[in-house]
């Protein structure tokens, strides 16, 4: 059983060391743990950091390609260089990394394929009230549109088997971590969540340069994620709506009609009519979207088919 522990890296050359140095070196049940840094066009001496260290593989980026590019490549090398489980964590040293063992752990009892671990976040002293409660609200909102009970969506500490690795697809640029519970939870893959430890702040988040920022990328992201991966579900919400307020006031126009007073609320008929002309049009583009999204599904099994037999010829050759 071969672990591999992927850091995202950007600039981090103060830290990294410090996350490196806290990894774990052995864990009951991995047979081997090596460990990845992918280097998001750091522009510092992360690289040569990380090598003097003893990392066994660098993702190089000659430019800054973003979060959610960096983590799926590093997968795929992780994935080609025989990993059995993934683990993410941050350079930072955000997260404990002896609670790794918490994370692989259900994996290893075959118990699930994605683990992610749980922040203390109302414990955590450099989160702000503000950001405590967005943190909470989009956990909610997540768990709402991948039907899954994940409570910390945005938690970047993960644990994911090969199998799970090997389904997942990101197309945001943004990040990885909502849209990859979304599609799990669609794909119905095995996922929890274990409560894990976070060290005190060495630097802030990069991810996002205000709160506002933060939101409005959050938002975007479910959001396209919901439409992606159930299309149906979110058109016909949108749709319906649009056509019940328009019905409504369809039906609100008849009664002016019956008490003889429906001279005065053309506009009213009007509007009702393209109210439910939209809602009616918005119903159909949602199934549109959903055989699309059939479609995808069955480009996702065909990729998923691929990266297997890819992945376990690089092993073959190794071998």
């Not at 959610?68 to 955000?94: E, H, K, P, S, W």
């Not at 203390?120 to 967005?134: V, W």
């Not at 644990?159 to 939870?185: C, K, P, W």
């Not at 060290?199 to 709160?211: T, Y």
Request: overall charge positive; glycine content about 6%.
């Amino acid at each position: 059983m071969k672990l591999i522990i992927q850091i995202p890296c950007y600039n981090e050359e103060e830290t990294l060391h410090i996350a490196l140095n806290d990894l774990p070196r052995q864990i009951d049940g991995i047979d081997k743990i090596e460990y990845l840094i992918i280097n998001d066009g750091s522009k510092d001496k992360t690289v040569e950091v990380a090598r003097k260290w003893g990392v066994n593989y660098v993702v190089n980026f000659r430019r800054n390609k973003g979060l959610a590019y960096g983590f799926m490549a590093g997968l795929d090398a992780c994935l080609r260089n025989g990993a059995d489980i993934i683990v993410n964590t941050d350079a930072d040293n955000q997260y404990v990394a002896a609670d790794i063992e918490k994370l692989v752990r259900p994996i290893l009892e075959g118990k699930t394929d994605i683990v992610i671990g749980e922040r203390p976040i109302d414990q955590t002293a450099h989160f702000s009230p503000l950001k405590k409660k967005l943190q909470h609200f989009g956990s909610y909102v997540v768990r709402i549109a991948s039907k899954t009970d994940i409570p910390d969506a945005p938690s970047g500490f993960r644990a994911y088997s090969r199998d799970a690795a090997m389904h997942l697809n990101v197309v945001n640029e943004y990040t990885y971590t909502l849209e990859t519970i979304v599609q799990a939870g669609r794909e119905k893959i095995a996922m929890t969540s274990v409560p894990i430890r976070t060290n005190p702040e060495l630097r802030k988040s990069r991810l996002f340069k205000s709160m506002f920022g933060y939101v409005k990328k959050s938002i975007v992201t479910i959001v396209r994620a919901f439409v992606m991966y159930k299309p149906m579900q979110f058109f016909s919400l949108v749709g319906g709506t649009v056509f019940a307020l328009g019905f409504i006031l369809g039906v609100r126009f008849l009664v002016f009609i019956a008490m003889g007073e429906g001279n005065g609320h053309v506009q009213s008929l009007i509007l009702a009519s393209t109210l439910m002309m939209l809602g009616f049009q918005t119903f159909i583009v949602g199934l549109q979207a959903d055989i699309i999204a059939a479609n995808r599904k069955i480009l996702e099994d065909i990729q998923y088919r691929v990266r297997k037999m890819d992945y376990d010829n690089d092993i073959k050759k190794e071998d």
